[in-house]
């Protein structure tokens, strides 16, 4: 079947995935495979760019993968591989590097975060952190980047680079990729506050066993103002129902939302409904990733044949690009 084009996601290892990297990446990942010729990428250097040790960048990295392929990410159909196996990305970083303004790196939101983050760490290759991925983006001629809004203006930077590196070199050796806003319905930690996030500690990995998926559960923050449990409550401001609405069948969410104001239906048994549904929903994932993690030197394998044919799409983009800037060949 002729594909739509080409797609190009990156994500930094962060070891075993959780629900907030399922619903806002995994999930999209695995769908656009029907449609799209796929390249997805663990991208390493760039979690050197905030990494304060790396002892655990080769296990995160392969828990990751280990959690993709699980998903559904199919290795016959679409590139998988970590970043730094394919050294041209680091080569075209240099040169795009070259016709990007130091002040429009430093003006980045993202930027201004991360050394609000890391005072003490602002190294040269954090600034240089959107180069090096619109590199990953331009290197694949990829038409398409299924991101969060979060990355927006990444993209749209991208895009600048690309417009300016093909001026200066008078060359179209470069696509202007086009992002594709991943919806991510609204789901929170179990502290009901902030983005689930594993730094935060208040995530669910996907690939928890049901009794830490339960233990997970039991500890969400449900509506505040709902202290007795003759209280109606209101499932509009409760993450257990927005999870509901993700993994419970809409009957299912249809009594919750009804019999959670009347206050017939409390917490806890709201709570053990989506532990079931969670613990069904995954255990397909659980099963296959456990019969990968049976053989690791499977996962790596894989990577690196993924890394054998992102390096030959790579080099024949740099073969144009040298050719363009007029490096001797
Ligand atoms: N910056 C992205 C993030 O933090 C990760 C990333 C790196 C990426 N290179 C990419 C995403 C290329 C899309 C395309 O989520």
Known sequence: MAKKGRVFSGA??????????????????????????????????????TAEDTRDLRQNTYEMALD??????????????????????????????????????????????KVRQQPDNVNYGLVGYPVLMTADIVLYKTDVVPVGVDQAPHIEFAREIVRSFNYRFQTKALIEPQMKNTEVPKVLGI??????????????????????????????????????????????VCNVFSLHKIFSSPEEVAMIDRDCRSAALGCVDCKKLLIKNLNKYFEPFRAKRAE??????????????????????????????????????
Not at 80 to 86: A, C, D, Y
Not at 207 to 217: F, H, I, K, L, M
């Open 292 to 329: 990968i993690a049976q053989q690791p030197d499977q996962v790596w394998d894989i990577l690196h044949d993924g890394a054998e044919r992102a390096r030959a799409l790579a080099e024949q983009t740099m073969q144009e690009v040298r050719e363009a800037v007029q490096l001797p060949v």
């Open 68 to 113: 993709w392929l699980a998903a559904g990410i199919r290795p016959a159909d679409s590139i998988m591989f970590i970043q730094s196996q394919v050294p041209q990305v680091t080569e075209l970083h240099l040169l795009l590097s070259m016709v990007t303004p130091l002040g429009k790196l430093t003006d980045l939101p993202t930027f201004k975060e």
């Open 191 to 236: 502290d009901g506050k902030e983005k689930m996030s594993k730094s935060l500690n208040n995530h669910i990995e996907l690939a928890a066993t049901p009794e830490e998926t339960r233990q997970r559960v039991m500890q969400m923050v449900t509506d505040p103002a709902r202290i007795k449990r003759t209280d109606p409550g209101n499932p509009d």
């Open 12 to 49: 930094r290892p962060t070891g075993r995935q959780h629900l907030g990297n399922y619903l806002g990446a995994i999930k999209n990942y695995v769908a656009l495979q029907d449609d799209y010729d796929c390249v997805y990428c663990i991208v390493d250097l760039h979690a050197l760019t």
